[in-house]
């Protein structure tokens, strides 16, 4: 991999560190070769610190190390994006991010979906949602209405009509987010479970 540290006058590129596993973004820092080997070597991330003028290995005094997992360097050569496997809260002012964001795994839109599925679950007395009816019925019908949207997916499966199959397939992923709820679980429950099996 080559990298252009000697395209800024400081000799030192951005690195962004990523988890390697949530794929959030937990910090920015700065790192010039010596550091970067330094990294590579004893796989702990390790940086240029601007205000210590050394080399610094984040966690070095906290014990909240970043384990290095990958680096990628960016088209420009001059960015690095480094994956890591963190130990405890990356900020220094004990937040899991330096955007005092939660490392919390994310499915992007499914995440949004099963906070609106959680909100109404919690607010069905009052909430005159579809969602909200299938909370008040219960599990048993929360669970048939899974079958039944399973059996729908296997229907369309078998022809050809390939937009019947997506909503079908919709439905089906939709309902079981809502039966996951009625559980007391969620996507994370299923992802662990199936990263165990790995």
Not at 86 to 105: F, Q
Not at 128 to 140: E, H, P, Q, T, W
Not at 154 to 159: F, G, L, R, W
Request: include cysteine; proline fraction near 2%; charge should be negative.
């Amino acid at each position: 991999m080559k990298i252009d540290f000697n395209k800024y006058s400081d000799g030192l590129v951005p690195a962004i560190i990523q988890d390697a596993k949530t794929k959030n973004i937990l910090m920015l820092g700065f790192m010039n070769h010596e550091s970067y080997i330094k990294t590579i070597e004893t796989k702990k991330v390790t940086f240029f610190s601007r205000s210590k003028n050394r080399l610094w290995t984040k966690g070095e005094e906290s014990g909240n190390i970043l384990n290095l997992i990958d680096i990628k360097v960016d088209c420009d050569q001059d960015t690095l994006l480094v994956l890591v496997d963190p130990v405890g809260p990356t900020c220094h002012k004990g937040t899991d991010t330096c955007w005092a964001e939660d490392n919390t795994p994310s499915f992007g839109f499914l995440s949004q979906l099963e906070t609106v599925i959680q909100n109404r679950k919690n607010n069905m007395k009052n909430e005159k949602s579809y969602v909200a009816s299938l909370f008040r019925k219960g599990i048993n019908k929360i669970a048939q209405k899974v079958g039944e949207e399973a059996v729908e997916v296997v229907i369309e499966a078998k022809d050809d009509n390939e937009e019947l199959f997506l909503n079908e397939s919709a439905d089906l992923l939709f309902h079981y987010l809502i039966l996951l709820q009625a559980k007391g679980y969620s996507l994370s429950d299923v992802v662990k479970t199936l990263e165990s099996r790995v």
